[in-house]
């Protein structure tokens, strides 16, 4: 299955690189050679998700930090989440809305609701994401551990995608997360987060190695 099916390829065109408050989005371009550099690490690695091809990219930032981007890694490592995704979604993050351009186009979906802690991130992205006929878009300015659904709301789909790092110090935020919201969800439904079973296989590398 290829990322293509489900990402815009070009973010640059859809969204305008602009600061706000603590927000702000750039653009920016991989040369041939920094991504040959940067394949050779991720190949020395092992981490063939973080290759990269030559192109023009958009990325956010929050605070100065870089919380996400459009380059391919991005696109990999969450197109487990997009295959699954279906009826009522629950998003927590909404970065730079690439994975809400296609998700609302999917027939199974019917309804995503997006949570975001940064109202200056909203307001920077909101303004380009699709409007698609017969499909609810709904932001919610809220801390994903504070903010709780109206008693009873049920989803068919829960995703986490609210860090910046892909480090195993965040499992301890998802195990909280889905115990959190584990009576969100409806029966028979799906509920993970962004790298989740990467960051569960290196931390028992790590346990092993008595890390």
């Avoid at 990219?57 to 930090?65: A, K, N, S």
């Avoid at 919380?67 to 909404?94: H, I, Y």
């Avoid at 609810?136 to 995608?161: M, N, Q, R």
Wanted: hydrophobic fraction near 40%; glycine fraction near 8%.
């Amino acid at each position: 299955m290829s990322f293509e099916t489900f990402f815009p390829t070009d973010l640059t065109s859809v969204i305008p690189a602009q600061k706000l408050g603590v927000a702000e989005i750039q653009h920016f371009e991989v040369s041939e050679q920094a991504a040959k550099l940067g394949n050779l690490r991720a190949a020395m690695h092992g981490s063939y998700e973080d290759m990269v091809q030559p192109g023009k990219y958009t990325r956010l930032l929050v605070g100065g930090r870089l919380m996400m981007t459009d380059t391919p890694m991005e696109k990999r490592t969450n197109l487990g989440f997009m295959s699954k995704a279906k009826g009522r979604v629950l998003v927590a993050g909404l970065g730079i809305g690439m994975i809400l351009h296609k998700l609302l186009e999917k027939p199974e979906v019917t309804e995503v609701v997006v949570v975001e802690k940064y109202p200056d991130v909203i307001k920077l992205v909101a303004e380009s994401l699709p409007e698609v006929p017969g499909k609810e878009l709904i932001h919610v300015c809220a801390d994903i551990f504070d903010w709780k659904p109206v008693k009873g709301e049920k989803f068919s789909t829960i995703y986490f995608d609210i860090w910046p790092d892909i480090c195993t110090d965040n499992l301890k935020d998802i195990t909280k997360l889905k115990r959190r919201f584990r009576s969100s969800l409806a029966p028979g439904g799906w509920m993970g987060a962004w790298v989740e079973d990467r960051l569960r296989v290196q931390a028992r590398r790590e346990k092993r190695r008595g890390w």
